[in-house]
């Protein structure tokens, strides 16, 4: 439809960039990502920790602050870079500031020398990449379940503006940049389920969907774009659960409607980052139970990014993986079965859930 932004269907990778090329030829792995999908997230290796810590650098301690941010290594992501370019993929880079893999050295600094450290890696790593990404998670889950950011180690150095700064340093790496800032259990707004609105009362649980976490959410988009801070986008990672406690499950389409509505009305434009939707926890035992993991997971996947894309807002969305042969919930969830090809990549439900949805675009 005209004006509707192209839909990134995208995807990548748990996996090593050894998994992309074996000698000059495309690894199954490969063939069915560069067929299948037109965007790559690299799941790990554009972190911080990982692009600083893969080769011995002046990182210790005892070294000056100056040096202390150590040498960049950026071999794995050139070549995942290299390879999303010559198949003519976009790329969104993911993630520059994100506590839980930023280096353990930054405990150790003052206030000042976090901030230069945090400045310094933004203009590395964009600068860097100036050109050939042009889409940046900026910040990730910064947020704590009750809405408030968590106190982690940019808050406790930095102080709580520590997002807008980032925000602003990015823009100034890369003007031309799309900078997007990324949670996770913020999908929903509003009632959605028959006879309450069904989503997580308790602020401590770890649930999606999360209203409290999710109204912080769109409180802190709107504080930062009110305050003209550089954003383009907001990022819903959709890490749902089809078989949870009535806590955990996944918003209803309409929630998932509302929040990219109320957020597009801020002038940013929504995606949905990082989907993927577990099933282990429906019985597994029974005549049914197979037939209903199947149906739960097609569905959820099927009406949200229905919903999703009937918002006018909405620009893109992200698998977590695509086959469940590579997928993080594995390291987390006893055999779980969360994406939409096999372990063997054979098409599941689920695949022509997404497919579907798409249609409607
Ligand atoms: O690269 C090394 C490899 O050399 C080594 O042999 C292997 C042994 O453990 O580890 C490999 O690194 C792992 C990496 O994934 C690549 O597979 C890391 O240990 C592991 O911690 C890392 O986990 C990633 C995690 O973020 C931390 O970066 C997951 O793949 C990735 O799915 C996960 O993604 C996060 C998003 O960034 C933010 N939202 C939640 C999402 C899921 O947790």
Known sequence: KKDRPKIKCATCSTVEPQDLTATNSLTRYAKVLTSEFNSVVIEHHLKWAPLVHSIPGPIHQTAPPSTRLGRYDFHHVDTMVDFAMKHNMHIKGHVLVWHVTSPPFLEDMTGDEVRECVRRHIFTTMGYFKGRIKMWDVVNESLASDGSLVENVFYRKMGPNYIEECFRWAHEADPEAFLIYNDNKVECCGKGYEGGDGVASDANCNAAPNQAKADGFYNLLKGLVQRGVPIHGAGMQAHFNAGGVKHQRPPTPAMVKRQIR???????????????????????????????????????YRDILSAALSEPAFDGIWLWGFTDRHTWVSNFYYDDAPLILDENYKRKSSYFGVQEALKTV
């Open 262 to 300: 109320r957020i597009g009305d801020l002038g940013l434009k929504v995606n949905i980052s990082e989907m993927d939707v577990r099933v282990s926890k429906l019985p597994s035992s029974g005549s049914d139970a197979t037939a209903m993991k199947i149906a739960a997971q097609t569905q959820i």
